[in-house]
């Protein structure tokens, strides 16, 4: 869980900020809700702070100062938010490198996204910190594929992702980089192999094959067998029968 805090000069915002989104849900909690800039850098000086958003406009210190100041502290992820849209806010805050500028009031879809990159960030940082034991990289692919290996009828890369316990966006890079192929190129390699099993079978009718292997329909299926090994499926059973006889 990463620790957030909440800043802005309006009591009313930064309460209803902190009240009404699902931040333990997407994996934050919030540390504190402060309607002072001054007071939120005195609280991050004795506590970790992994996210801060803030207003800009302030009495007492403005967001851009604020985000100067955390300059020094690179383990801090900084959200900006303004009710105005000024290009000197913008340039103050890339020069900052603040990690995103929202327009006030705060669209919950548009800070949604923004909090899943930030998220992202500290996930990623977080494997780098860790001393990883050996093979550790190994064991997560190894899980991955016994997953898709059980589940493939209606396997996820966030069903994957929950079960070797890394973020979704995470695990589909660390994957793709030590398994040699992406984890949906994977999971269509094993529904093929399958698919080509039971093909071999005369019991089994096609249709029935494609809602086997986790496809609705069956077209969908024809076409992606096809385009995977150059020839429809009735065509490789055929193949299959000629060369028994």
């Keep these: 869980m990463y620790r ?11 309460e209803g900020m902190g009240m009404l989104f699902p931040w333990k849900t997407i994996g934050f909690s919030v540390e504190g809700l402060f309607t002072s800039a001054v007071e939120a850098l005195e609280f991050m000086e004795n506590n970790q702070v992994d996210v801060v958003l803030s207003d800009i ?3 007492d210190m403005d967001g851009i100062e604020l985000s100067r100041r955390l300059l020094e502290k690179e383990e801090v992820k ?28 705060v669209d919950y879809a548009m800070l ?20 990883l034991p050996k093979g550790y990289y190994d064991k997560i692919v190894s899980g991955v594929r016994e997953y898709l290996m059980k589940h ?39 529904r093929m192999e399958k698919a080509k099993e039971m093909l071999e079978d005369i019991r089994y009718k096609s249709y029935d094959i494609a809602y086997y292997i986790g496809y609705d329909n069956p077209k969908n299926f024809s076409r992606a067998f096809k385009s ?9 059973r055929k193949s299959k029968t000629e060369e028994g006889q």
């Design 57 to 59: 406009e302030m009495p």
């Design 4 to 14: 957030l805090i909440i800043i802005d000069d309006e009591e009313k915002i930064v």
């Design 152 to 190: 493939y009828q209606d396997a996820s890369l966030e069903g994957a992702a929950e079960k070797v316990n890394l973020s979704p966006a995470y695990l589909s890079k660390i994957f793709k980089e030590k398994n040699g192929t992406s984890f949906s190129d994977t999971l269509l390699s094993i």
């Design 112 to 131: 949604l996204e923004c909090l899943g990159r930030v998220k992202e960030q500290l996930d990623a940082r977080s494997q780098k910190k860790v001393e």
């Design 228 to 236: 995977y090994y150059g020839m429809t499926p009735m065509e490789y």
């Design 78 to 105: 900084v959200v900006l938010f303004s009710s105005h849209q000024d290009y000197d806010y913008f340039r103050a805050a890339i020069q900052n490198r603040v990690e995103d500028f929202l327009l006030k009031p």
